[in-house]
């Protein structure tokens, strides 16, 4: 969960620093999460062989799976975006205007400001 008033008053790299860690906070719980649906994948594993299941195409087993495929999509996720965020900060370069934005929760109408700026123009680019 990330703070809206403290992300709206801080510049562009910090906000950029405060998401890797909030997105890394993020990651951890997911992928807490996604160890627990593997515990609950494990135990509905050991009930496949009971005579009410057997036939049947949608188990309790492979219910279980799509639980653990969907937190670890999510948490693939949040990795892709820290490994994207943290290469941003160590180049030095500056991000897109989208990037940036989307560091404030896809405030887009503020991406497609800076974008539109001129060259030159205050909060534009050189």
């Given at each position: 969960?990330?703070?809206?008033?403290?992300?709206?008053?801080?510049?562009?790299?910090?906000?950029?620093?405060?998401?890797?860690?909030?997105?890394?906070?993020?990651?951890v719980i997911v992928s807490l999460f996604t160890y627990a649906a593997w515990g609950?994948?494990?135990?509905?594993?050991?009930?496949?062989?009971?005579?009410?299941?057997?036939?049947?195409?949608?188990?309790?087993?492979?219910?279980?799976?799509?639980?653990?495929?969907?937190?670890?999509?999510?948490?693939?996720?949040?990795?892709?975006?820290?490994?994207?965020?943290?290469?941003?900060?160590?180049?030095?370069?500056?991000?897109?205007?989208?990037?940036?934005?989307?560091?404030?929760?896809?405030?887009?109408?503020?991406?497609?400001?800076?974008?539109?700026?001129?060259?030159?123009?205050?909060?534009?680019?050189?």
């Amino acid at each position: 969960l990330r703070i809206d008033a403290v992300t709206r008053a801080i510049p562009a790299r910090k906000r950029m620093l405060l998401r890797v860690f909030t997105t890394l906070a993020a990651l951890v719980i997911v992928s807490l999460f996604t160890y627990a649906a593997w515990g609950f994948y494990k135990v509905t594993l050991d009930e496949i062989g009971e005579a009410s299941q057997i036939g049947q195409l949608f188990t309790p087993s492979r219910g279980a799976m799509i639980i653990v495929v969907g937190y670890a999509v999510i948490a693939f996720h949040f990795l892709v975006q820290i490994v994207l965020d943290i290469s941003w900060l160590v180049s030095g370069q500056e991000p897109p205007p989208e990037w940036i934005a989307e560091a404030v929760h896809g405030d887009a109408s503020q991406a497609d400001e800076l974008a539109d700026m001129p060259a030159g123009a205050p909060g534009g680019e050189p």
